[in-house]
């Protein structure tokens, strides 16, 4: 048993080290002056940028920074009753609200737009759309 033990803590105390992943201090504070309500936030590194999820009053989000701490994009996790009438008047004219997966809030410095996730049969679609209903692109798979 004593050999087991000393074989699995290191590797249990070197998984939760890697865990937790603590971002440089210009891209902490910036994501505290840009997001003072974050909870639970939990940061990764991939390449150049870092992203970071949190919680704001119960809503997930995650925010997109470059290494200098500028915000590239936020995402928040939002509800089809959540869309502006406008965009909810748009996609049912077109599609049907039952093929909803999931709808993603995406916020940038230029604009701000909707990525919903469809499942129609069994093949799944990503639509963006404007805050003014129109679609953006063509759907993807």
Avoid: H
Avoid at 2 to 17: D, E, G, H, R, W
Avoid at 129 to 140: K, Q
């Amino acid at each position: 048993m004593k050999v087991t033990t000393l074989y699995i803590l290191p590797i249990l105390l070197l998984s939760f080290a890697c865990a937790y992943v603590k971002p440089p201090s210009e891209i902490l504070n910036s994501f505290l002056s840009n997001f003072p309500e974050a909870k639970n936030s939990n940061w990764n590194q991939d390449g150049d940028y870092w992203n970071v999820n949190y919680k704001v009053r119960g809503l997930s989000y995650t925010t997109y920074m470059d290494t200098s701490g500028a915000v590239n994009r936020t995402e928040c996790l939002t509800n089809y009753g959540a869309l502006p009438i406008i965009v909810r008047e748009s996609f049912e004219a077109r599609f049907n609200v039952e093929e909803i997966t999931s709808i993603i809030k995406v916020e940038t410095q230029e604009e701000i737009y909707f990525e919903l996730f469809m499942l129609t049969g069994n093949k799944k679609y990503k639509l963006t759309c404007g805050l003014n209903g129109d679609l953006i692109g063509e759907p993807s798979l």
